[in-house]
């Protein structure tokens, strides 16, 4: 059980190029998120998904794209990179986010990927 | 405005040095109060949730407390492989999405 993993772990880009970072759960888990995280900051949601196919905003989406295609696989682009995407990229996967479920919505997070964009 | 503060930023202690950290937050309709624990360079590991004003939750050295307006993280007799980010966030009945705060980092030194 590998839980949550994210590829690549380090990237370097060039302003204006585009990368895509990968994100795969074994947990069968219906949502999933993407974060940033800044020095001094919180967390901050850039995307998630509440099931395949699904796709929503989060706090700071601009400058980044997102697919869902199958329930274990959370996609993030970058169509054009700038220096101020520069950060520590975090997916995250939960049960449910349904205020309906009842249950605890504990978010399981990856090892995170460090894209730093000259 | 959903809102978390966690204070201190950072904290350094002797171990076997207890303390306790500190996150306030500002929710309409909290259903839930989440702990996690960060080592550099790794994803944000989960340590507990908390739903309801006096509740508490205990995990070797670590126990969670909650009120209507702040949660504590005691920390026992802190050993150094406790140092990490310790990161608080909330989530809202009327927004799934968790609010985080900024952490506090704490050091403990042998």
């Known amino acids: 059980n590998a839980g949550v993993t994210q590829t690549p772990k380090f990237r370097v880009l060039k302003t204006g190029q585009s990368m895509t970072l990968l994100c795969a759960q074994d947990?069968?888990?219906?949502?999933m998120y993407w974060y940033r995280q800044d020095p001094g900051m919180g967390l901050r949601l850039i995307h998630y998904?509440?099931?395949?196919?699904?796709?929503a905003k989060g706090e700071v989406p601009d400058g980044y794209n997102v697919s869902r295609l199958k329930k274990q696989n959370f996609l993030l682009g970058l169509e054009s990179a700038a220096p101020s995407q520069t950060s520590v990229y975090f997916c995250?996967?939960?049960?449910?986010?349904?205020?309906?479920?009842?249950?605890?919505?504990?978010?399981?997070f990856g090892p995170g990927t460090r894209l730093t964009v000259l | 405005e959903d809102q978390v503060t966690q204070s201190p930023e950072a904290l350094r202690l002797q171990e076997g040095e207890s303390s306790s950290l500190n996150c306030s937050y500002t929710?309409?309709?909290?259903?839930?109060l989440f702990w996690y624990r960060q080592d550099p360079g790794k994803g944000p590991e989960f340590l507990f949730t908390?739903?309801?004003?006096?509740e508490e939750k205990e995990k070797e050295r670590l126990k969670a407390t909650l009120t209507k307006k702040e949660s504590f993280l005691h920390i026992t007799a802190p050993k150094p492989e406790d140092s990490a980010t310790y990161l608080c966030?909330?989530?809202?009945?009327?927004?799934?999405?968790?609010?985080w705060g900024a952490g506090t980092k704490l050091i403990i030194k042998p």
């Open positions: 947990m069968n888990h219906e949502y």
């Open positions: 995250a996967s939960s049960y449910t986010g349904s205020r309906l479920a009842g249950g605890p919505d504990t978010q399981y």
């Open positions: 908390l739903y309801s004003a006096g």
């Open positions: 998904s509440v099931g395949e196919g699904t796709t």
């Open positions: 929710v309409s309709g909290l259903r839930g």
């Open positions: 966030a909330v989530q809202a009945y009327s927004n799934y999405q968790l609010i």
